[in-house]
């Protein structure tokens, strides 16, 4: 089992970077596919990127492509995203995600377990 807590948000300017952090516990984070996923009011929560077991595969949202980057480290137990060039249309709570088989998923279903999110405010 792994718990995961995530940190970074906060209120941005358009334009303006932000990393976000998901601290992991437990034993199996090293064999995890992690994900990060974004819910804005009113709508679906929504895949934004994801990470194999090896920091390999990666994949990403059209709409967060050249801009967002998935990264973990295995050491730290730590996934980040790191996001640049914000619009106000990635204002969301942002969630990290894992699922302990290698194949690398799109669909929020398919992950086990979440964290808590934290909110990221992109102002125009």
């Known amino acids: 089992q792994v718990q995961l807590v995530e940190s970074g948000g906060g209120l941005v300017q358009a334009g303006a970077s932000l990393r976000l952090s998901c601290a992991a516990s437990?034993?199996?984070?090293?064999?995890?596919?992690m994900g990060w996923f974004r819910q804005a009011p009113g709508k679906e929560r929504e895949f934004v990127a994801g990470i194999g077991w090896s920091s390999s595969p990666t994949r990403y949202a059209d709409s967060v492509v050249g801009r967002f980057t998935i990264s973990r480290d295995i050491d730290k137990d730590t996934l980040y995203l790191q996001m640049n060039s914000l619009k106000p249309e990635d204002t969301a709570v942002y969630y990290c995600a894992g699922r302990q088989l290698r194949g690398l998923s799109m669909n929020r279903y398919d992950y086990t377990y979440w964290g808590q999110g934290t909110q990221v405010t992109v102002s125009s």
């Open positions: 437990g034993r199996t984070f090293s064999r995890s596919t």
